[in-house]
């Protein structure tokens, strides 16, 4: 897998425009934790959507971080199914 980078992201959230980026649904109250972006696609934040973890719902976060999670990632279907949101080719 080819690492990412913030760049990669922007430029595939500038394109496909998406509203958000789920990631899971929370355990306790299956709410979509998903990252999210502003209409704009120039600022990230994180949703975890509910307070059952006791944090702020939404927390800013960059698109350095949003590269940290993708690249994270070993299980290859997983990683398939990012390329596939992203339109990244691998």
């Known amino acids: 897998m080819n690492k990412k980078t913030r760049i990669d992201f922007q430029i ?3 394109n496909n425009r998406p509203p958000k980026w789920i990631i899971h649904e929370c355990s306790l ?3 979509s934790c998903a990252y999210v972006f502003d209409g704009n696609h120039e600022r990230v934040a994180y949703d975890s959507g509910c307070d059952c973890t006791r944090q702020t719902n939404i927390n800013e976060c960059s698109w350095d971080r949003l590269a940290e999670y993708y690249n994270m990632q070993t299980n290859q279907d997983y990683i398939k199914k990012m390329n596939e949101f992203w ?3 691998e």
């Open 12 to 14: 595939a959230a500038f």
């Open 29 to 31: 109250c299956h709410y």
């Open 87 to 89: 339109g990244f080719s």
